[in-house]
Nanobody
Framework: QVQLVESGGGLVQAGGSLRLSCAAS????????MAWFRQAPAKDREFVAR????????AYADSVKGRFAISRDNAKNTVYLQMNSLKPEDTAVYYC???????????????WGRGTQVTVSS
């Protein structure tokens, strides 16, 4: 069983930045593919970014490409999402997800955190 705890959300003005963190309890964190998803009110949960176990492969949704960056520190069992040039449409609850198997941009990840709220004011 893997527990994921997100932090770093908050209220920020448009154009600002936030850095989300996701701490994982997995002993073999370095073996897990990690991803960030988000869900805005009355909308489906959507893929934001993912990173392979080795950090060699990173992928982003078109809507955040060039503004967000995913990274991981396997020594700290933590994955990060640096969010720059934030827009009001980035407002959502952001979730961290993990899986030993490659899940790509699907929602099929085995483990999920409870989410952290990000609100971007105009």
């Amino acid at each position: 069983q893997v527990q994921l705890v997100e932090s770093g959300g908050g209220l920020v003005q448009a154009g600002g930045s936030l850095r989300l963190s996701c701490a994982a309890s997995a002993r073999t964190f370095s073996n897990y593919h990690m991803a960030w998803f988000r869900q805005a009110p009355a909308k489906d949960r959507e893929f934001v970014a993912r990173i392979s176990w080795s950090a060699g492969i990173r992928a982003y949704a078109d809507s955040v490409k060039g503004r967000f960056a995913i990274s991981r520190d396997n020594a700290k069992n933590t994955v990060y999402l640096q969010m720059n040039s934030l827009k009001p449409e980035d407002t959502a609850v952001y979730y961290c997800a993990a899986d030993l198997n490659f899940r790509g941009e699907s929602l099929a990840y085995a483990y999920w955190g409870r989410g952290t709220q990000v609100t971007v004011s105009s």
